[in-house]
């Protein structure tokens, strides 16, 4: 809720939930530890984070002539925003293992 106001009030071109995001990890990061409520339902939510795999899914296969006129572009912009989202994960999951 915080990233969606945000969002509007500086009409920013970041979508809200990402500020949450942002706002969530900023704020975890200074506390230096997850709450247990937070540990708690993160373990419940995650055997179902594939659930939102199955949209992203349909979409591709009903959206063939789509894919073909901006197939390449899609692709470069997949991997240009998969590789700094893999470095990133990989440099927090390395900083909480020395930690």
Excluded: H, Y
């Amino acid at each position: 809720m915080a990233g969606n106001l945000i969002q509007a009030q500086f009409t920013l071109p970041v979508p809200g939930s990402i500020i949450g995001m942002l706002l969530l990890l900023f704020f975890l990061v200074l506390r230096g530890r997850t709450p247990s409520s937070l540990t708690d339902i993160s373990k419940t939510l995650s055997p179902l984070l594939p659930l939102f795999i199955i949209p992203v899914s349909v979409g591709i296969v009903t959206q063939k002539a789509l894919l073909e006129e901006n197939g390449v572009a899609l692709l470069v912009i997949l991997a240009v925003s998969l590789i700094p989202g893999a470095l990133v994960c990989a440099f927090i999951m390395n900083w909480k293992r020395k930690s």
